[in-house]
């Protein structure tokens, strides 16, 4: 017990940590793209972001191993058992989708941008990548209550 009681405080004090590195990245990017300056596309703008983007994932990917270790052999089987029929699942749908966008009707979609009004070929990239992993994570979690009711 007191293992997880340690696991949950360091959980809090990263996510409180990240929480705030991304209430001031926000605030700073926010007055930066007010002004009437260019430093958004700037070189130093892209090093911050790429650093800050590297050290939350990493720190992410250390939270996830260190809670994976913590929790007992039936939770990690769900977990890896939703991630491969549910993710697998949401991205076969996906997948269609990207099939679908193949075909000469897929010119007329107007899809909406969902980056500051960008229609450039990174923004409809992100904006894709943002969607698969939305509809894995749908998959995950319908597999995930799966697993479960399915072993009450």
């Known amino acids: 017990m007191a293992g997880k009681r340690k696991l ?15 209430f001031v990245t926000g605030g700073v990017i926010g007055y930066l793209s007010d002004s009437d300056n260019d430093l958004l596309a700037s070189p130093v703008a892209l090093a911050v972001v790429v650093a800050f983007a590297a050290v939350s994932m ?3 990917m250390w939270i996830s191993l260190k809670w ?26 996906g997948g269609m989708f990207v099939i679908l966008a193949a075909m000469p009707q897929a010119a007329a979609l107007k899809i909406p941008a969902w980056y500051a009004e960008r229609t450039d070929p990174a923004a409809y990239a992100a904006t ?19 697993w479960w009711l ?3």
């Open 8 to 22: 949950y405080i360091q959980s809090a004090i990263a996510l409180g940590l990240f929480l705030a590195a991304t």
């Open 58 to 60: 990493l720190i992410a």
């Open 68 to 93: 994976m270790s913590s929790i007992d052999e039936a939770a990690r089987e769900a977990h890896k058992w939703s991630w491969f029929w549910g993710g697998s699942s949401g991205m076969a749908v």
């Open 128 to 146: 894709g990548a943002f969607a698969m992993l939305t509809l894995m994570l749908i998959g995950y979690g319908v597999a995930w209550a799966w």
């Open 150 to 152: 399915g072993r009450r």
